[in-house]
C-alpha cells in the first residue's frame, strides 16, 4: 500500500493520507483493475481515440476533436509548468461553469502531475476560503465569469489565472509551445485529485483519488454496468465539480472513446431541447429533474436516448415507473459517494428492480451491518458497508476514523439487502425517525407523498416531541395552480402507509432547500 515512488515534487497530498491502518481494504478483482505501477490518468484518457471525433461539444454549435482536446491540453500544461510555476503535487483549484475549456484546465493539470480540486461555481467566497485552506491551495484557473467570489476569498499566496477573458495574460491568450507535452510519470497511487464533500453540515471533508481511481470507476460501473459505445453523445446536469458529473461527462466518455454534450445550463427546461438538437443518448441527472422532465415531455423529442442514469439521491420507484411508462427508458438508479468517487450499487436493462438501488457493481463488494461492524441478514435494516479499488482516504481529517472501520467504507445510509442479493435504500442513517417507538424512514413517507398527482418534491424529517419522541413532518412542493390542502394530502398517504407513518404537520413551499450540487438539505429543515 502507498510504496510506489512518487512523481510529487511537492509531497503535501501524500503526506496527509490517513496512516494506512485507516485505510479500508482495497480489492482489484478484475483483470481490467491491474493497473502498472507508473500510470498518469489524463494521458491514459487522451490516447487511443480516433483524432477526427468529436468529445466535446456546446449547446451553441460548437465541438472539439479529440486532436483539438490534446493540442489544447498539452498548450496549458506548458502554460502551468512554465509560465505559472506548478510542480508536480501542488494543488490547482479548478473553478467555472461545465464547459470544454473547463474540463481541458482539468486534463492539462492532471497530465503534469499537479493536483485538481475541483470546486463548484456557486461556492461563495467564504467556502472557497476553507477550501483552500484545507488543501493548501497555491494555484488556480477559473473561468473569468467566476473570477469574483475566488477573488474575495483572499487566499494567501493564491495565484488565480482566468480564461475565457479579452487580457493578454489570459490563459487562451498566453504564448506556448505548440509541442506535445510529455505526461509527468506519475505513480498509479499518486493523489490525482481533491474531491471535497457537498456537505450538509461541518466543515468540508477533503476526499483524496488516485491517478488509477480515475480510471476505476471508468472500468468498473460505465464498462459493466452503463455499456457505453463510441457514438454515444453524453449529457447531463451534475457540474464538473460534482464527481458525478466529472465521471458522467469527462472520464466515462472519454474512456469509451465517445464524446459529450457540456451544457452550462441543465435544468430540465435546458436539458429536453438539448437531447432532441444533439441527439443526447446517455444522460445522467437526479431523481428530482427525472420527475419534473414527466410533466414536460409533451413537445420534446428524446427518442435518441438509450441510458439514463440517476444518482445522488434515491430514486422513487414511482418516479422510476412514470418515467418506464412515457418513454420505454428504465431508468439506471446507482449510489455513489465523494469518498468512493462515483457509483458503487447499481443495475441496468433486464437486472433492475425498481424500488432498489441494484446490486454491487463487478469490482466492488457490499453487505449490511450492524454499529458493531456485525453483518445483518437480509430483511433486516443497518449500515451500508462497502469495499473496492477506490477507498475514503480523507485529507488531515479524524472523521477518517468514522468513514472506514473494520477495512469497509461506511457510506452512512441504511439498506436492506433482500433476498437474490439486491440492496434497498432505506433512509440516510441520520433520517431515520423515531415516534412513540416506532422507526420510520423519512424517504419512505416521502416516497408516498410523491405518489400524489400534485406533489412535486417532498422531504420529511423528524421533529423533538415532549410525548412521542419525535413527531413526522413533511415539507411539500406542489404543482403550479395545485390548492395547499394539508388535510387531504395526510389522507392520501394514510391511504399508502401505515397511519403511524403519516406526517403530522405538511408545510408546503416554493423550493426545497439544497445543496449547490442538488441535495436535499435535511438538517435545516430539522431546525
Not at 441543465?266 to 446517455?282: G, N, W
Amino acid at each position: 500500500m502507498n510504496t510506489r515512488a512518487t512523481a510529487h515534487v511537492d509531497t503535501f497530498a501524500r503526506d496527509n493520507l490517513p496512516p494506512p491502518e485507516q485505510w479500508p481494504e482495497l480489492r482489484f478483482d478484475l483483470p481490467e483493475l491491474q493497473y502498472p505501477e507508473r500510470l498518469n490518468c489524463a494521458a491514459e484518457l487522451l490516447t487511443g481515440q480516433p483524432g477526427d471525433r468529436t468529445v466535446f461539444r456546446t449547446p451553441d454549435g460548437g465541438s472539439w476533436t479529440y486532436d483539438e482536446l490534446r493540442a489544447h491540453v498539452d498548450r496549458l500544461a506548458h502554460i502551468l509548468t512554465t509560465d505559472l510555476g506548478v510542480v508536480p503535487g501542488n494543488r490547482v483549484l479548478l473553478r467555472g461553469p461545465t464547459t470544454p475549456w473547463l474540463a481541458a484546465c482539468w486534463l492539462a493539470v492532471l497530465k503534469a502531475g499537479a493536483i485538481a480540486v475541483t470546486v463548484l461555481a456557486q461556492q461563495r467566497a467564504h467556502e472557497l476560503s476553507t477550501i483552500c485552506e484545507i488543501a493548501r491551495v497555491q494555484h488556480a484557473l477559473c473561468d473569468i465569469r467566476s473570477v469574483d467570489d475566488l477573488a474575495k476569498a483572499e487566499v494567501p499566496g493564491l495565484r488565480i489565472a482566468t480564461y475565457g477573458g479579452d487580457s493578454p495574460d489570459d490563459l487562451l491568450h498566453r504564448p506556448a509551445p505548440s509541442t506535445p507535452f510529455t505526461a509527468v510519470d506519475t505513480a498509479a497511487d499518486d493523489v490525482a485529485l481533491i474531491a471535497f464533500t457537498s456537505g450538509t453540515t461541518g466543515r468540508p471533508k477533503g476526499c483524496m483519488h488516485f491517478h488509477r481511481d480515475v480510471l476505476a470507476i471508468a472500468d468498473t460501473f460505465s464498462r459493466h454496468v452503463l455499456r457505453p459505445l463510441p457514438e454515444d453523445v453524453f449529457a447531463g446536469s451534475p457540474p464538473l465539480g460534482f464527481t458525478f458529473g466529472l465521471g458522467g461527462l469527462v472520464v466515462f466518455p472519454m474512456r469509451a472513446g465517445a464524446g459529450a454534450l457540456l451544457l452550462e445550463q441543465a435544468h430540465p427546461d435546458q436539458l429536453l431541447p438539448a437531447i432532441a438538437e444533439h441527439r443526447v443518448s446517455v444522460l445522467f441527472t437526479a431523481p428530482t429533474a427525472y420527475r419534473a422532465m414527466l410533466d414536460r415531455l409533451d413537445g420534446h423529442d428524446v427518442s435518441s436516448l438509450r441510458r439514463c442514469v440517476s444518482a445522488g439521491e434515491n430514486l422513487p420507484a414511482a418516479t422510476w415507473q412514470a418515467w418506464y411508462e412515457r418513454t420505454g427508458l428504465r431508468i439506471i438508479n446507482g449510489i455513489g459517494a465523494t469518498e468512493l468517487l462515483h457509483i458503487f450499487i447499481s443495475a441496468a436493462d433486464e437486472g433492475i428492480r425498481p424500488g432498489t438501488t441494484g446490486v454491487p457493481v463487478p469490482g466492488w463488494q457490499a453487505r449490511v451491518q450492524d454499529a458493531e461492524g456485525t453483518p445483518l441478514p437480509d430483511g433486516e435494516p443497518g449500515l451500508l458497508a462497502v469495499r473496492g479499488p477506490v477507498g475514503c482516504r480523507y485529507l488531515a481529517d479524524p472523521r477518517q476514523q468514522e468513514y472506514v472501520r473494520g477495512g469497509w467504507n461506511i457510506t452512512g445510509d441504511t439498506y436492506v439487502r433482500e433476498p437474490g442479493g439486491y440492496f434497498r435504500y432505506v433512509a440516510r442513517a441520520d433520517d431515520m425517525i423515531i415516534s412513540a417507538g416506532y422507526n420510520i424512514a423519512g424517504p419512505e413517507v416521502e416516497d408516498a407523498l410523491l405518489r400524489h398527482p400534485d406533489v412535486v418534491e417532498a422531504a420529511v424529517v423528524g421533529r423533538p416531541d415532549e410525548d412521542r419522541g419525535q413527531v413526522v413532518v413533511a415539507y411539500a412542493v406542489l404543482k403550479e395552480g395545485a390548492g395547499r390542502d394539508a388535510e387531504a394530502l395526510r389522507e392520501f398517504v394514510k391511504s399508502e402507509l401505515a397511519p403511524y407513518k403519516c406526517p403530522r404537520e405538511i408545510v408546503f413551499m416554493d423550493a426545497l432547500p439544497r445543496t449547490a450540487t442538488g441535495k436535499l438539505q435535511r438538517f435545516r429543515l430539522r431546525g
